[in-house]
T-cell receptor, first 114, second 109 residues
Framework: DTAVSQTPKYLVTQMGNDKSIKCEQN?????MYWYKQDSKKFLKIMFS???????INETVPNRFSPKSPDKAHLNLHINSLELGDSAVYFC?????????????FGQGTRLTVV | GQSLEQPSEVTAVEGAIVQINCTYQ??????LSWYQQHDGGAPTFLSY????GLEETGRFSSFLSRSDSYGYLLLQELQMKDSASYFC??????????FGAGTRLFVKA
């Protein structure tokens, strides 16, 4: 059983299109995240949600809109895609309040905007 | 600003010991984590230090000195499969962890 699963794994699309990435975790965690990893492998936090509520929005353009229908799901919708949005997007989850602070990552979605 | 500094690349031979350092400057600090990422894969958790000292998990150990804003990951008995990128990450507050730029480890036979 996959702990954090995101779909699709690969996404190739044209500039200006709108696309969504879905993420689900079956770990019972209360916190979920979206990270962006660029071509230099720098991992940058975009959003974090706790119990379906947005906690952190790291100055991400408002073309990016996360949605959490329940605490097991955190989807990412991107409007008007730009070339610079090309990256790998990782969903992750963790349980806040534990001593370990371990985050579990999905396998990533490689987005290529052409 | 907030920053985490770690070397961009390290090369070592099979069977050797390698240390990857991380220094940080953040507005808050709850703990320091280490993650491993193979090419094309997802980051996977290795260790977490909230208090000063050394934590050992098998061949991997992680150290933290909060007064020096410094930590390291020690990998012993290196194997080819340890070739990967290693990220240090600081939990700066509730619900937020920021990552360093990663250290690419090359293990040679």
């Amino acid at each position: 059983d996959t702990a954090v699963s995101q779909t699709p794994k690969y996404l190739v699309t044209q500039m200006g299109n709108d696309k969504s990435i879905k993420c689900e975790q079956n770990l019972g965690h209360d916190t979920m995240y979206w990270y962006k990893q660029d071509s230099k492998k720098f991992l940058k936090i975009m959003f974090s949600y706790n119990n379906k509520e947005l906690i952190i929005n790291e100055t991400v353009p408002n073309r990016f809109s996360p949605k959490s229908p329940d605490k097991a799901h955190l989807n990412l919708h991107i409007n008007s895609l730009e070339l610079g949005d090309s990256a790998v997007y990782f969903c992750a989850s963790s349980q806040e309040g534990t001593a370990l602070s371990e985050a579990f990552f999905g396998q990533g979605t490689r987005l290529t905007v052409v | 600003g907030q920053s985490l500094e770690q070397p961009s690349e390290v090369t070592a031979v099979e069977g050797a010991i390698v240390q990857i350092n991380c220094t940080y400057q953040t507005s808050g600090f709850y703990g320091l984590s280490w993650y491993q990422q193979h090419d094309g894969g997802a980051p996977t958790f290795l260790s977490y230090n909230a208090l000063d000292g050394l934590e050992e998990t098998g061949r991997f150990s992680s150290f933290l000195s909060r007064s020096d804003s410094y930590g390291y990951l020690l990998l012993q008995e290196l194997q080819m499969k340890d070739s990967a990128s290693y990220f240090c990450a600081v939990k700066t507050g509730g619900f937020k962890t920021i990552f360093g730029a990663g250290t690419r480890l090359f293990v040679k036979a």
